[in-house]
Nanobody
Framework: QVQLVESGGGLVQAGGSLRLSCGAS????????MAWYRQAPGNQRELVAR???????EYGNSVKGRFTISRDNAKNMVYLQMNNLKPEDTAVYYC?????????????????WGQGTQVTVSS
């Protein structure tokens, strides 16, 4: 079992900034990918940003140049710095982690999700 806990959401005016944090706990040997997704009412869940253990990063098109993802492998933490926020960024943001519980695992053992944190951007 791997648990993810997000923090840092809230209400901010357009043009403002927020920083989301997510920590993973449980039986973890390695986390291959950590990512942030978001889901607005009536919309499908979409990728915001993804970072792999080797450091490669991918961003959703709508957040490129405004959001920055980072991770602390030693602490099993992932962060999302969100700048120049827009009303269309309003959504519940979810943390996701894929990895292995044990050294000898040949394939990922877990694909875990956090409970989500609300981000609301007012115009």
């Amino acid at each position: 079992q791997v648990q993810l806990v997000e923090s840092g959401g809230g209400l901010v005016q357009a043009g403002g900034s927020l920083r989301l944090s997510c920590g993973a706990s449980g039986t973890i040997f390695s986390i291959i990918v950590m990512a942030w997704y978001r889901q607005a009412p009536g919309n499908q869940r979409e990728l915001v940003a993804r970072i792999r253990s080797g450091g490669s990063i991918e961003y959703g098109n709508s957040v490129k140049g405004r959001f920055t993802i980072s991770r602390d492998n030693a602490k099993n933490m992932v962060y999302l710095q969100m700048n120049n926020l827009k009303p269309e960024d309003t959504a519940v943001y979810y943390c996701n982690a894929v990895g292995k519980n044990y050294r000898d695992s040949y394939v990922p053992d877990f694909d875990s999700w956090g409970q989500g944190t609300q981000v609301t951007v007012s115009s």
